[in-house]
């Protein structure tokens, strides 16, 4: 199957400070690209869909301009969580479908962020 | 708005053992239903899905059949070996409200095989 990476895999940041991180799809193009958080014991939560060459689409209640989106190419995108908060601690993982509406979505291998 | 529940772990169970993960869901529309899988470190991985009522997916020895009128896509496997344990995810897109290829999750489900 595609593959998408994400990198990286953990980070520890200090509050305060922003932290980006990458998803990418290796053997295939993808125009959107989809962004999760996942909170301990809770579902993975849809927080934005990124669209290349154009703003992405945020879910209702995500800050857009706390979790920055860019979809520059088809195969990169990256949310960058800007002035990290401890409350910002969390599992984030995006995912790509490669082709049109209702194909197999291919997972990153997730971010574990632990902001201090 | 959609939303899927699924059983809470961790569910333990001895190898050779039959699982089932309960899956129901809520959806405005017309959803395709999937089960996915998260071994150890790594990304989340398709296990099978379903586009329409009655369907059964399958793979790898697991099954899943979307039943509409339960609103119920309950996850089984016959006989299960160590090298299941994993996190499965019951999720569903929604053409209707989600543009088909947006995804909502249930919390997952941790399986533990035991020897």
């Known amino acids: 199957g595609a593959v998408v990476s994400q990198h990286p895999s953990r980070v520890i940041c200090k509050s305060g400070t922003s932290v980006k991180i990458e998803c990418r799809s290796l053997?295939?193009?993808?125009?959107?690209m989809f962004w999760y958080r996942q909170f301990p014991k809770q579902s993975l939560m849809l927080m934005a869909t990124s669209n290349e060459g154009s703003k992405a689409t945020y879910e209702q209640g995500v800050e857009k301009d706390k979790f920055l989106i860019n979809h520059a190419s088809l195969t990169l995108s990256t949310l960058t969580v800007t002035s990290a908060h401890p409350e910002d601690s969390s599992f984030y993982i995006c995912s790509a479908n490669q082709g049109a509406v209702e194909t197999e979505a291919f997972f990153g291998q997730g971010t574990r962020l632990t902001v201090v | 708005g959609d939303s899927v529940t699924q059983m809470e772990g961790p569910v333990t169970l001895s190898e050779e053992a039959f699982l089932t993960i309960n899956c129901t869901y809520t959806a405005t529309g017309y959803p395709s239903l999937f089960w996915y899988v998260q071994y150890p470190g790594e990304g989340l991985q398709l296990l099978l899905k379903a586009t329409k009522a009655d369907d059964k997916g399958s793979n790898k020895g697991f099954e899943a059949t979307y039943r509409k009128e339960t609103t119920s896509f309950h996850l089984e496997k016959g006989s299960v070996q160590v090298s299941d344990s994993a996190v499965y995810f019951c999720a569903l897109s929604d053409q209707l409200t989600g543009g088909g290829n947006k995804l909502t999750f249930g919390t997952g489900t941790q399986l533990k095989v035991e020897l």
């Open positions: 053997d295939f193009q993808a125009t959107t």
